[in-house]
């Protein structure tokens, strides 16, 4: 089985300032990792994934997320947040070994909020 | 190109009825997958269909089915509704391969009255 962790249901930030949204992660192979964001009424956006190779991936809109393999994490960061990053996010992960059909595992999402 | 479309956008009904909720592809793809939100919540998978069959499943009643069609799109059924239906019910597409992300159309809103 596979799961999704997010740990903070809200995270707050000044604009201008660094942003942190945290998602560990449980698979039984080595994991395809991805964010996507929701903004209200809306379907969800794909911002960036983690495959393979380098564990800093740069995606969308400025952001970029750390895949640790030792602290099962992939946590998104952007240096300077805006008022218009405000939204919901989540993190999802898929089994490479999940026998070639995408079943994707979806957590629970953060609300981001950008203070102006 | 378009992206993924849903119809419609919103829908009431009554319980124990039944809907059809239906998605096509953004254009290239060939695999599509459905998803439950409810309030508050992250996605949940229902199912993924590739050539025209049902790959993966998740944890829902057989009150849920859907099809796929020769040109990729899809419909999702949901018999006998309950309250705990409503929900916000995504399609996303994507090409088949492990690493290719998905895409996500606006979501049809259900209420179950």
């Known amino acids: 089985a596979q799961s999704v962790a997010q740990p903070e249901d809200q995270v707050n930030v000044a604009e201008g300032n660094p942003l942190t949204v945290k998602c560990t992660y449980s698979v039984s192979g080595n994991p395809y990792l991805f964010w996507y964001v929701q903004y209200p009424n809306r379907g969800l956006q794909f911002l960036l994934k983690?495959?393979?190779?380098?564990?800093l991936v740069k995606g969308s809109y400025g952001f970029e997320a750390e895949f640790n393999k030792s602290q099962t994490s992939f946590h998104l960061k952007k240096p300077s947040a805006l008022v218009s990053d405000s939204a919901l996010y989540f993190c999802?992960?898929?089994?490479?070994?999940?026998?070639?059909?995408?079943?994707?595992?979806f957590g629970t999402g953060t609300k981001l909020q950008v203070i102006p | 190109d378009a992206g993924v479309t849903q119809s419609p956008t919103h829908l009431i009904k009554t319980r124990g009825q039944q809907v059809t909720l239906r998605c096509s592809p953004k254009?290239?793809?060939?695999?599509v997958s459905w998803y439950q939100q409810a309030l508050g919540q992250g996605p949940q998978f229902i199912f993924q269909?590739?050539?025209?069959?049902?790959?993966q499943r998740g944890n829902f009643p057989d009150r849920f089915s859907g099809h796929q069609f020769p040109n990729y799109s899809s419909e999702l059924n949901v018999n006998a509704l309950l309250l705990g239906d409503s929900a916000l019910y995504l399609c996303?597409?994507?090409?088949?391969?492990?690493?290719?992300?998905?895409?996500f159309g606006p979501g049809t809103r259900l209420t179950v009255l």
């Open positions: 254009s290239g793809h060939d695999t």
């Open positions: 996303a597409s994507s090409v088949a391969g492990g690493d290719n992300e998905q895409f």
């Open positions: 983690y495959i393979t190779g380098d564990n």
């Open positions: 269909y590739y050539e025209e069959e049902e790959r």
């Open positions: 999802a992960v898929r089994d490479k070994n999940s026998g070639g059909y995408q079943k994707v595992t």
